[in-house]
Antibody
Framework: EVQLVESGGGLIPPGGSLRLSCAAS????????MSWVRQAPGKGLEWVSI???????FYADSVKGRFTISRDNSKNTVYLQMNSLRAEDTAVYYC????????????WGQGTLVTVSS | DIQMTQSPSSLSASVGDRVTITCRAS??????LNWYQQIPGKAPKLLIS???TLQSGVPSRFSGSGSGSDFTLTISSLQPEDSATYYC????????FGQGTRLEIK
């Protein structure tokens, strides 16, 4: 069974850093296209970042230069390092899987809440 | 970035009604369009990929159509469990989502 479990969210002051983790089971992250998608409270979905099976990474303009996506194949886990956090980064962060480069996100985690506030 | 615009933003319909949600892309995305359903407090669920391919386990009352820049999601006979927010998403390049359509059952 495919499963994604996010962790690492919490309350962080503006300018701070946080690393989110997404532990996968039932499939291999390095063979898939793994993304982070966020949802601010009461708002819609916003794609954040993706790491391709070949290791290439891409980011939304809103987080470029501040966030870094990576993976640890030995742990079958994907990470999102978030630096220089802003209030507008407050959201539930979902990890999502796509099997192909056409990003049909067929599996999602339960999400982890990041709150940026002093 | 490709902008995705959904309409309406919200709607209310009765059980058994036929419901249509539209999604327009700011440029042609061929058929690289997905639809998701999100129930409050839950993660999104992929309903339709490639504009019209129903995912396994999704009820056949859901259907998708369109190509280029104009797409529709249709629920042929609305059921109580269809109360949710629906999002379109283009996968022509880096993904972008529509703003969502909140569907309420009268």
């Amino acid at each position: 069974e495919v499963q994604l479990v996010e962790s690492g969210g919490g309350l962080i002051p503006p300018g701070g850093s946080l690393r989110l983790s997404c532990a996968a089971s039932g499939f291999t992250v390095s063979s898939n296209y793994m993304s982070w998608v966020r949802q601010a409270p009461g708002k819609g979905l916003e794609w954040v970042s993706i790491i391709y099976s070949d290791g290439r990474t891409f980011y939304a303009d809103s987080v470029k230069g501040r966030f870094t996506i990576s993976r640890d194949n030995s742990k079958n886990t994907v990470y999102l390092q978030m630096n220089s956090l802003r209030a507008e980064d407050t959201a539930v962060y979902y990890c999502a899987r796509a099997i192909t480069v056409t990003t049909n996100f067929d599996s999602w985690g339960q999400g982890t809440l990041v709150t940026v506030s002093s | 970035d490709i902008q995705m615009t959904q309409s309406p933003s919200s709607l209310s319909a009765s059980v058994g009604d036929r419901v249509t949600i539209t999604c327009r892309a700011s440029q042609s995305i061929l058929s690289y369009l997905n639809w998701y359903q999100q129930i409050p407090g839950k993660a999104p669920k992929l309903l339709i990929s490639g504009a019209s391919t129903l995912q396994s386990g999704v009820p056949s009352r859901f259907s998708g159509s369109g190509s280029g820049s104009d797409f529709t999601l249709t629920i042929s006979s609305l059921q109580p469990e269809d109360s949710a927010t629906y999002y379109c998403q283009q996968c022509y390049n880096n993904p972008t989502f529509g703003q969502g359509t909140r569907l309420e059952i009268k």
